[in-house]
Structures are given as C-alpha cells and as structure tokens.
Nanobody, 126 residues
Framework: QVQLVESGGGLVQAGGSLRLSCAVS????????EAWFRQAPGQEREFVAV????????YYGDAVKGRFTISRDNDKSMVYLQMNSLQPEDTAVYYC???????????????????WGQGTQVTVSS
C-alpha cells in the first residue's frame, strides 16, 4: 500500500503563492503517476494536475492551467504543486494521489487512483 502525506497548506491572500509537497512511501515511486486533486465544501473532488513517472508528461485542469505547476523528485519520492496567482476559488482541501497504471483517457477521474493522502487545507482570502 502506497502511503502519501501532504504538507504546505495554509492561509494566503489573493494573488499570493503556496507550494504543496507530498511525501510518497513507495520503493518503485518512479513507476507511479502522481496527481493533485482538490475538494471544496459541498463540491466534488476536482482534478488539478498529474505528472507521469518520467517527469516529462504533465497535464493540468483548465481552472489552474498557467498558474499551477506540478513537479516531482524521483530520488526523494516527492511530488510538488507550486501554486501562483491564487484566488479565493482555489480554496479547498488538496489531496495527493498515486496511480501505477496511468491512463491517457481517464487521468482526471478520482476513481483511477489507488492511493490517497489525508489532504492539506488551502485557504485564499480576498
């Protein structure tokens, strides 16, 4: 069972930046695609970004494209989400997720991912 632990959330003013981190306990970390999702109160879990094990292929949700950047360090088994130009609508709990069988068609679906972290709260004030 892959274990994921997120950190780096907090309170930030609109226009500010935050960097989330996800520590992954998995010996074959580079075999997994790693993603970030978010969930605001009363809403469904929303795809944010995913990065394949090769660190080259990355995909983003429309709401964050151009503002957020996903990256990974396979030597440290870490995944990062750099969030710039944050807006109040970015307020949510952010989750890290792992998928060993990346699908080019379904990577935006939470059900594709086998393992999840506990989440970290991001709050953006206006």
């Amino acid at each position: 069972q892959v274990q994921l632990v997120e950190s780096g959330g907090g309170l930030v003013q609109a226009g500010g930046s935050l960097r989330l981190s996800c520590a992954v306990s998995e010996r074959t970390f580079s075999d997994y695609a790693e993603a970030w999702f978010r969930q605001a109160p009363g809403q469904e879990r929303e795809f944010v970004a995913v990065i394949k094990g090769n660190s080259r292929d990355r995909y983003y949700g429309d709401a964050v494209k151009g503002r957020f950047t996903i990256s990974r360090d396979n030597d440290k088994s870490m995944v990062y989400l750099q969030m710039n130009s944050l807006q109040p609508e970015d307020t949510a709990v952010y989750y890290c997720a792992a998928d060993r069988h990346f699908s080019g068609s379904y990577y935006t679906l939470p059900g594709r991912y086998e393992s999840w972290g506990q989440g970290t709260q991001v709050t953006v004030s206006s």
